[in-house]
């Protein structure tokens, strides 16, 4: 059987390296540096109800399907999860570009104002465009770790964001972009207060404990 190519080996190798980067992130961050998992969640979009049916001139409920119609605003929510402590920042936004990224990454500066910060993300065009490179120029704390390709499960906000859609978007439905941004705001300070540490990889069995066994003799 013939060997793959010389440059699949490279391509796999390189994937190897990233991930081998992010795992590394985790469990052996350098020292005096914060570690950020960073991901948009979205778009949601907010939905416009009709008036309920009311009542006939009988006094009889009008049976009518409730009907609805999804409204022209979309938000995107922006999300990093700081991994030592699970503290987490998210913004709303109504797009997702690199202005708004950018507005995003100064609030996670803000909110980490000591030592160096690694974000780890993907590898999205608004997180690597000229615009915020340029942008990153003047922030020099600030360094991206991209992850590879297909392994979002190396990013620990993905996690995240399965809590807080049970806290913010479960079963709920929005009117306009201001009540997203509100339940986003709601949700995040809830999250923030039961925070714990998110440690990678698969936690350790409890310990077994010997049942006692008592054998009565008659």
Not at 65 to 82: F, H, I, M, N, Q
Not at 129 to 145: C, F, K, M, N, P
Request: net charge positive; glycine share 6%.
């Amino acid at each position: 059987m013939a060997s793959p190519p010389v440059l699949d080996q490279q391509q796999g190798s390189g994937v190897r390296r990233k991930r081998t980067r992010i795992v590394e992130l985790y469990t052996a961050p350098p020292a005096n540096t914060t570690v950020i998992c960073a991901d948009e969640l979205g778009p949601v979009v907010p939905r416009t109800f009709p008036p309920a049916p009311g009542w006939s001139p009988d006094g009889h409920r009008v049976k009518a399907p409730l009907d609805y119609a999804r409204g022209p605003e979309k938000t995107w929510v922006y999300g990093a999860l700081r991994v030592t402590d699970g503290q987490a920042v998210t913004m709303t936004a109504a797009s997702r570009n690199s202005a708004s990224y950018q507005k995003f990454l100064a609030q996670v500066e803000k909110a980490n104002p000591r030592g160096k910060i690694v974000v780890i993300t993907d590898n999205l065009s608004s997180h690597n465009s000229v615009s915020t490179r340029e942008w990153l120029a003047g922030h020099q704390r600030i360094d991206h770790a991209f992850i590879p390709v297909g392994a979002c499960w190396l990013n620990l906000q993905e996690g995240w964001w399965r809590i807080f859609r049970r806290h913010a978007l479960a079963g709920a439905s929005f009117a306009t972009a201001n009540d997203i941004a509100y339940v986003t705001g709601n949700a995040t300070a809830q999250l923030n207060r039961q925070a714990r540490p998110w440690i990678w990889g698969r936690p350790l069995p409890p310990p077994r404990r010997l049942r006692r066994r008592f054998v009565y003799t008659l």
